[in-house]
Nanobody, 123 residues
Framework: QVQLVESGGGLVQAGGSLRLSCVAS????????MAWFRQTPGKEREFVAA????????YYAESVKGRFTISRDNAKNTVYLQMSSLEPEDTAVYYC????????????????WGQGTQVTVSS
C-alpha cells in the first residue's frame, strides 16, 4: 500500500510560480507511474500531468503545457510539479496519484491518491 503526501500549495499572484511536492511511502517508488490531477468545487477532477517510472515519458494537459513541469526523484521517493505563469484558472486542490501501469490521463487507472494541497492564484 502506497501512501502519498502532497505539500507546497498556497496563495500566489497571477504570473507567479509554485512547486508542489508529493512524497511516497510504503512501496517501491520507482515502480510507480506518478501523476498530478486537480479539482475545483463543482467540477470533476481533471488530469494535469503524468510521468513514467524512470521519467522517460511525460504527459501534460493542454491547459498547462509549457507552464508546468512534472519531474521525479526516485532516490527521494518524490514527484514534483513546477508551476509557472500561474493563472487564476489554475486555482484548485492538486492531488498526487500513483499506479503500477503506464502513464495515462484517465484518473480511473490510478489506485493511490494523496489528500491534496490547495493552490490559489489571485488576479
Amino acid at each position: 500500500q502506497v501512501q502519498l503526501v502532497e505539500s507546497g500549495g498556497g496563495l500566489v499572484q497571477a504570473g507567479g510560480s509554485l512547486r508542489l511536492s508529493c512524497v511516497a511511502s510504503g512501496g517501491t517508488f520507482s515502480g510507480y507511474t506518478m501523476a498530478w490531477f486537480r479539482q475545483t468545487p463543482g467540477k470533476e477532477r481533471e488530469f494535469v500531468a503524468a510521468i513514467s517510472r524512470v521519467a522517460t515519458i511525460t504527459y501534460y494537459a493542454e491547459s498547462v503545457k509549457g507552464r508546468f513541469t512534472i519531474s521525479r526523484d526516485n532516490a527521494k521517493n518524490t514527484v514534483y510539479l513546477q508551476m509557472s505563469s500561474l493563472e487564476p484558472e489554475d486555482t484548485a486542490v492538486y492531488y498526487c496519484a500513483a499506479d503500477l501501469g503506464p502513464p495515462v490521463r484517465d484518473q480511473r487507472n490510478y489506485d493511490y491518491w494523496g489528500q491534496g494541497t490547495q493552490v490559489t492564484v489571485s488576479s
